[in-house]
């Protein structure tokens, strides 16, 4: 299947303050959220967020519900494309609507749902470039109240469309293995993906052949993204001459490694596919290798 150009992938925090003063603001997500205390997002929220903005939560609005059919596994399961655009309606997302994402951990959580909409064929989908610490530099204004307190504009049609991004499974993933137009590129922590640690999965180490990118290699000092042509350089040479159309990426859970679609797309590069269920749900599956660097 030949995936569309997306359109890009950005927006900043001056074009954002904007656009919301526009006749037709964007619809605003926050979806921060700390692995390591998945309230905090939420408490965060309701403190401080951009006007209008909705929460969102990783694992109850992100993830498939229990019981819900999911597209793939791992500890951040994907719910399918119908689940998600029944969400997407309840929260107010409409066919014309610019949607804008943003959150605290730098994009790496919020470009689930970018990456969620785009799997559902809505294109106007964009992350503010640095998050909430580049909307608090540029001056935007800021509000406070329940994340459960924002309701939906449900005015208006939201039709599911053909995808705009490609998911690969697991299952797929095994099935190429070794294969030469297969390049696995990992977007975890180094000391993760070698092994030496494992803090969230019950094995330690990396699919056998994946190269290793943390996701934050795409970030500047600034918390933004960097420039077209530093980005090009540095994929290029990870990838060392393979062909870029081949390139999957996974992290732990499938939530991390959606910088590295967005960095592929800023690069000019074929944007990579994302195997969701990720090494969390590799690890568990029964038969499948798993490699060490220590």
């Not at 399961?77 to 655009?85: D, G, K, Q, T, V």
């Not at 294109?123 to 329940?146: F, I, N």
């Not at 530093?230 to 001459?241: K, S, V």
């Not at 081949?246 to 967005?262: E, K, L, N, R, T």
Request: proline share 9%.
């Amino acid at each position: 299947m030949t995936v569309p150009a997306l359109p890009h992938p950005l927006i900043d925090a001056a074009t954002l303050r904007r656009a919301l003063g526009g006749p037709q603001p964007p619809k605003v997500f926050d979806c921060s959220f700390d692995l390591a205390d998945p309230d905090a997002g939420a408490r965060q929220y309701a403190q401080q967020h951009i006007p209008g903005a909705r929460y969102l939560h990783l694992d109850r609005d992100l993830s498939a519900r229990p019981g819900e059919r999911c597209a793939s596994g791992g500890r951040h399961p994907l719910p399918s494309r119908e689940a998600l655009a029944q969400r997407l309606r309840a929260w107010g997302v409409r066919d014309d609507d610019t949607v804008v994402v943003y959150d605290r951990q730098g994009g790496m959580v919020c470009g689930r749902l970018w990456w969620m909409l785009r799997w559902c064929g809505h294109a106007r989908v964009q992350l503010l470039d640095g998050g909430w610490a580049a909307w608090l530099a540029a001056g935007g204004e800021v509000a406070s109240g329940d994340p459960m307190a924002t309701p939906a504009d449900s005015t208006g049609p939201w039709t599911l469309r053909e995808p705009l991004v490609r998911l690969c499974s697991v299952a797929d993933v095994a099935a190429r293995l070794g294969d030469p137009t297969l390049t696995l590129v990992d977007a975890r922590a180094a000391a993760r993906y070698r092994g030496e640690v494992e803090s969230l999965d019950p094995v330690a180490g990396h699919i056998p052949g994946a190269l290793n990118r943390p996701y934050t290699d795409n970030f500047a000092p600034d918390g933004r993204y960097k420039g077209a042509a530093q980005l090009r350089a540095e994929w290029q040479a990870l990838l060392a001459g393979r062909d870029p159309h081949g390139v999957v990426v996974h992290c732990g859970s499938g939530v991390s490694a959606v910088p590295h679609v967005v960095a592929m797309a800023l690069a000019g590069l074929p944007a990579p596919a994302l195997m969701a269920g990720s090494w969390s749900e590799w690890c568990a599956t029964p038969g499948l290798p798993c490699a060490r660097s220590v």
